[in-house]
């Protein structure tokens, strides 16, 4: 799978079933096996919509798949949008973050005469969209739903510390690769059509579901709309829906600017409450009320998540089917007539439906913004002051615009006469960073590098530049070198760390972590459950992604309990500390031909392994026998007050049957040993 143009996906307002009813443009598969730029080889269809076709294809320069994001021919005619293209996939590629697909290069294929073709290089993520897994699926698990806005908050705190907004979040950009990551797409290309001369300045774009009501009311969008349409795709992952839906677009963003989101617990009663508080903390209608950007959500997500006792889950994959047949296309981007309240929800013939990334006419009324993509449709119609007062208005925008105008043609000739001149971007892919410079330098050009991991480019090598090479610049322009680390090497582990803190290690360093109970092994330092080291080892060079093993410490290794059966117990106890273990007497018990007060067994027995991690005791158990003292000779008394301090008893025999005789023969014999209250007989004359 790869990214696809928003306005993908399926519309709820008549069962789920494709809306596309624009179809790919004419020529979609006339490209197939076209060359762009005599470089990037188009291959196959993998998605296409209203706006762009998406298709595999293969970087013939760096021999490496990618997705080709080509853009309807009518757009190339417009410079607007040529000129806003260009602007934002530049910042797009700025975007470096595992959570966000990388952007490789853009430019404008002229192959073809009269049919230049704008076109977008990005990564190729191998998977399916996270609409793919909600038609396969369902509603998700909770504990899934958190991990993909996870990764959707990640991707957007690192847009928005770079500045930038996405302003279309939605299932149909969200892409799950085979591996299970999670990475956003489509960063900035709204804003590119948004201000495109086709739709002209008052039309913009969005995808109703998911729009903010600032966004629908004014149009104004900033990281907190992101929010809001993350908090929205959190509602619909629990639920299988989202919030809003209706017979038209209309009454979806109705629905936005005036009904607060209901707790998606009132529809799944098992959620926790701090689900519902997430869910309605990001969809506030008060854009002051909700987190202020992407990093401050995803605070919030993870305290929530830490609150409830879950932990981050592996994102199942999607299966959308072969790549030979895409998945039935969404709604294609389309432009909608304005719409007043008195038209009944019915001003237009053709609705995408809430889900598609559509055009919507702004009203004359709502403030122009570049950064506006949706329309005021619950508009009043104005009276007769307000027509005046917009007469009044429309002349002094002329004004402005007159003023405007002279102020760019004053510039224009001061930086002719400046003596400014234009340059074409050298060829650098492949160069020395330090020869790129050179180059550079040479041709009165600035060098902008981020470097970033590559599995086949060697360390200090030019992957790619952008513009492209032969683009014509102005001398003294930026051009960004995206230049190659090399492959990642597995970094330094200090012996004793936290597991969590390994893996976050490696995974910084673009690298995956992975724990196998069979590498696991014992040590006599480090604690059990701390790692002892990885492999392969720090230092050693790993593919990008590449799984490095973490070694975790079993603890000490177990000890054989020595064998102490028959000592006495000072002897026992000795022998078993000496070995390492704790003693302690664990009772008393009788054995046959063990004296008193010597050790029957232990316990574990001997032999047994025991861990040493702690403190590994051993119970002793001594024997309780009494040995036979020696009667004989002595008289029946004696005997007597003998056999009584011993614990038995003296069964008498009498030759004459008198006790005053003496002890002549008895059983057991002296020196047996016997249980306490035996009884021992004995023979006196």
Same mark, same amino acid.
């Given at each position: 799978?790869?990214?696809?143009?928003?306005?993908?996906?399926?519309?709820?307002?008549?069962?789920?079933?494709?809306?596309?009813?624009?179809?790919?443009?004419?020529?979609?598969?006339?490209?197939?096996?076209?060359?762009?730029?005599?470089?990037?080889?188009?291959?196959?269809?993998?998605?296409?919509?209203?706006?762009?076709?998406?298709?595999?294809?293969?970087?013939?320069?760096?021999?490496?798949?990618?997705?080709?994001?080509?853009?309807?021919?009518?757009?190339?005619?417009?410079?607007?949008?040529?000129?806003?293209?260009?602007?934002?996939?530049?910042?797009?590629?700025?975007?470096?973050?595992?959570?966000?697909?990388?952007?490789?290069?853009?430019?404008?294929?002229?192959?073809?005469?009269?049919?230049?073709?704008?076109?977008?290089?990005?990564?190729?993520?191998?998977?399916?969209?996270?609409?793919?897994?909600?038609?396969?699926?369902?509603?998700?698990?909770?504990?899934?739903?958190?991990?993909?806005?996870?990764?959707?908050?990640?991707?957007?705190?690192?847009?928005?510390?770079?500045?930038?907004?996405?302003?279309?979040?939605?299932?149909?950009?969200?892409?799950?690769?085979?591996?299970?990551?999670?990475?956003?797409?489509?960063?900035?290309?709204?804003?590119?059509?948004?201000?495109?001369?086709?739709?002209?300045?008052?039309?913009?774009?969005?995808?109703?579901?998911?729009?903010?009501?600032?966004?629908?009311?004014?149009?104004?969008?900033?990281?907190?709309?992101?929010?809001?349409?993350?908090?929205?795709?959190?509602?619909?992952?629990?639920?299988?829906?989202?919030?809003?839906?209706?017979?038209?677009?209309?009454?979806?963003?109705?629905?936005?600017?005036?009904?607060?989101?209901?707790?998606?617990?009132?529809?799944?009663?098992?959620?926790?409450?701090?689900?519902?508080?997430?869910?309605?903390?990001?969809?506030?209608?008060?854009?002051?009320?909700?987190?202020?950007?992407?990093?401050?959500?995803?605070?919030?997500?993870?305290?929530?998540?830490?609150?409830?006792?879950?932990?981050?889950?592996?994102?199942?994959?999607?299966?959308?089917?072969?790549?030979?047949?895409?998945?039935?296309?969404?709604?294609?981007?389309?432009?909608?007539?304005?719409?007043?309240?008195?038209?009944?929800?019915?001003?237009?013939?053709?609705?995408?439906?809430?889900?598609?990334?559509?055009?919507?006419?702004?009203?004359?009324?709502?403030?122009?913004?570049?950064?506006?993509?949706?329309?005021?449709?619950?508009?009043?119609?104005?009276?007769?002051?307000?027509?005046?007062?917009?007469?009044?208005?429309?002349?002094?925008?002329?004004?402005?615009?007159?003023?405007?105008?002279?102020?760019?043609?004053?510039?224009?000739?001061?930086?002719?006469?400046?003596?400014?001149?234009?340059?074409?971007?050298?060829?650098?892919?492949?160069?020395?960073?330090?020869?790129?410079?050179?180059?550079?330098?040479?041709?009165?050009?600035?060098?902008?590098?981020?470097?970033?991991?590559?599995?086949?480019?060697?360390?200090?090598?030019?992957?790619?530049?952008?513009?492209?090479?032969?683009?014509?610049?102005?001398?003294?322009?930026?051009?960004?070198?995206?230049?190659?680390?090399?492959?990642?090497?597995?970094?330094?582990?200090?012996?004793?760390?936290?597991?969590?803190?390994?893996?976050?290690?490696?995974?910084?360093?673009?690298?995956?972590?992975?724990?196998?109970?069979?590498?696991?092994?014992?040590?006599?330092? &480090? %604690?059990? !459950?701390? *790692?002892?080291?990885?492999? $392969?080892?720090? =230092?050693?060079? @790993?593919?990008? #992604? +590449?799984?490095?093993?973490?070694?975790?410490?079993?603890?000490?290794?177990?000890?054989?309990?020595?064998?102490?059966?028959?000592?006495?117990?000072?002897?026992?106890?000795?022998?078993?500390?000496?070995?390492?273990?704790?003693?302690?007497?664990?009772?008393?018990?009788?054995?046959?031909? &063990? %004296?008193? !007060?010597? *050790?029957?067994?232990?316990? $574990?027995?001997? =032999?047994?392994? @025991?861990?040493? #991690? +702690?403190?590994?005791?051993?119970?002793?158990?001594?024997?309780?026998?009494?040995?036979?003292?020696?009667?004989?000779?002595?008289?029946?008394?004696?005997?007597?007050?003998?056999?009584?301090?011993?614990?038995?008893?003296?069964?008498?025999?009498?030759?004459?049957?008198?006790?005053?005789?003496?002890?002549?023969?008895?059983?057991?014999?002296?020196?047996?040993?016997?249980?306490?209250?035996?009884?021992?007989?004995?023979?006196?004359?």
């Amino acid at each position: 799978m790869s990214p696809v143009e928003p306005g993908n996906g399926a519309d709820p307002s008549n069962g789920g079933g494709p809306t596309n009813e624009a179809g790919p443009s004419s020529g979609t598969n006339g490209l197939l096996g076209h060359m762009l730029e005599r470089r990037y080889r188009v291959d196959s269809v993998l998605a296409h919509g209203g706006m762009s076709t998406v298709y595999r294809g293969m970087d013939t320069r760096l021999d490496r798949p990618v997705a080709l994001k080509v853009m309807d021919t009518r757009y190339a005619g417009d410079q607007s949008f040529t000129d806003r293209f260009e602007r934002e996939a530049r910042a797009a590629a700025r975007l470096h973050h595992p959570n966000i697909v990388s952007v490789y290069d853009q430019g404008v294929d002229r192959e073809i005469p009269g049919e230049d073709r704008l076109y977008l290089v990005m990564r190729l993520v191998e998977g399916g969209t996270l609409r793919d897994l909600l038609r396969a699926r369902g509603p998700l698990p909770l504990s899934v739903a958190l991990s993909v806005l996870e990764a959707v908050l990640a991707a957007l705190s690192a847009a928005h510390h770079a500045g930038m907004v996405h302003r279309d979040i939605k299932p149909e950009n969200v892409l799950i690769g085979r591996d299970g990551s999670v990475q956003v797409a489509d960063f900035g290309l709204v804003r590119a059509a948004a201000g495109a001369g086709s739709t002209s300045g008052d039309v913009i774009l969005g995808t109703v579901a998911y729009l903010a009501p600032e966004q629908v009311t004014s149009g104004a969008a900033d990281a907190r709309s992101d929010v809001y349409a993350a908090g929205i795709v959190l509602y619909e992952l629990l639920l299988g829906h989202p919030p809003y839906t209706g017979d038209t677009a209309l009454s979806v963003a109705y629905r936005h600017v005036n009904d607060d989101v209901r707790p998606p617990s009132e529809q799944l009663p098992e959620l926790p409450p701090a689900v519902d508080e997430l869910v309605l903390r990001f969809t506030r209608r008060d854009p002051a009320w909700r987190p202020a950007e992407g990093a401050a959500a995803l605070r919030e997500l993870r305290q929530n998540r830490d609150w409830i006792g879950l932990a981050g889950v592996p994102v199942p994959v999607p299966n959308p089917g072969s790549p030979e047949s895409p998945a039935p296309d969404g709604p294609p981007t389309e432009q909608i007539p304005p719409v007043t309240p008195a038209a009944g929800g019915n001003g237009t013939t053709s609705d995408p439906g809430p889900r598609g990334t559509r055009a919507l006419q702004r009203s004359p009324s709502a403030p122009t913004s570049e950064a506006s993509e949706t329309t005021n449709e619950f508009a009043s119609v104005p009276d007769d002051d307000s027509r005046d007062d917009s007469h009044r208005r429309n002349r002094l925008v002329a004004v402005v615009g007159v003023v405007v105008l002279l102020g760019a043609l004053i510039a224009g000739g001061a930086w002719l006469l400046g003596g400014n001149s234009y340059v074409r971007v050298p060829e650098l892919a492949g160069s020395s960073l330090s020869e790129a410079k050179e180059t550079l330098r040479a041709n009165e050009l600035k060098a902008d590098v981020s470097k970033t991991y590559h599995n086949t480019v060697p360390a200090d090598t030019v992957i790619s530049a952008a513009p492209q090479e032969g683009t014509r610049i102005r001398s003294g322009d930026q051009v960004e070198l995206r230049v190659s680390r090399g492959r990642p090497t597995v970094p330094e582990i200090e012996t004793g760390s936290r597991v969590s803190e390994v893996q976050s290690k490696l995974r910084n360093a673009k690298l995956a972590p992975k724990l196998d109970s069979s590498a696991n092994r014992y040590h006599d330092s &480090v %604690p059990q !459950g701390r *790692v002892i080291g990885v492999t $392969p080892e720090p =230092g050693a060079k @790993v593919k990008t #992604s +590449g799984s490095v093993t973490i070694i975790v410490s079993k603890g000490p290794a177990p000890e054989p309990v020595p064998d102490v059966k028959g000592m006495v117990r000072d002897q026992a106890f000795s022998a078993l500390s000496k070995a390492g273990f704790e003693p302690y007497e664990a009772g008393r018990e009788f054995a046959e031909g &063990v %004296p008193n !007060g010597h *050790v029957v067994r232990t316990n $574990p027995s001997a =032999g047994s392994e @025991v861990p040493m #991690s +702690g403190e590994p005791r051993v119970g002793v158990v001594l024997s309780s026998a009494v040995e036979v003292p020696e009667f004989r000779g002595k008289t029946v008394k004696q005997a007597q007050q003998q056999a009584a301090q011993a614990g038995l008893t003296l069964r008498v025999e009498s030759l004459f049957g008198r006790d005053n005789g003496r002890v002549v023969r008895q059983q057991p014999s002296p020196g047996s040993t016997v249980k306490r209250g035996s009884q021992v007989k004995v023979t006196a004359f």
